[in-house]
């Protein structure tokens, strides 16, 4: 019987548990960090958090033109969409460390 192969499995486990502790908390961080977007004239403001919750919508008063509603809301979708991309970006950034090269969607 070979117990070296046992202190591996467990030195193993431990590093699993580990990384899954790791994992957790870096979701956590993730889900309370806010992510801040503006448009490139500084008309809407976005900011979300990593649960891709939309916390607060600023749209200046430039923008609000009651004859061309349509632009408005397109620079509103456009903002709010790159908002949520910053944070998809983040995630991958943060999260592909624990799964890089297993090839696992989260």
Do not use: W, Y
């Amino acid at each position: 019987m070979n117990l070296g192969n046992m202190g591996n499995m467990q030195g193993m486990m431990k590093q699993v548990q580990q990384m899954q502790k790791n994992m957790e908390d870096t979701q956590k961080e993730l889900e309370e960090t806010v992510f801040e977007v503006m448009d490139r004239h500084q008309l809407v403001q976005v900011k979300v958090n990593g649960k891709r919750e939309i916390l607060d919508l600023v749209v200046s008063k430039e923008l609000i033109d009651p004859e061309d509603a349509d632009m408005m809301q397109d620079l509103i979708i456009a903002t709010i969409n790159d908002a949520m991309k910053k944070v998809e970006d983040e995630i991958q950034a943060k999260m592909g460390q624990f799964t890089q090269g297993l090839n696992l969607p989260f």
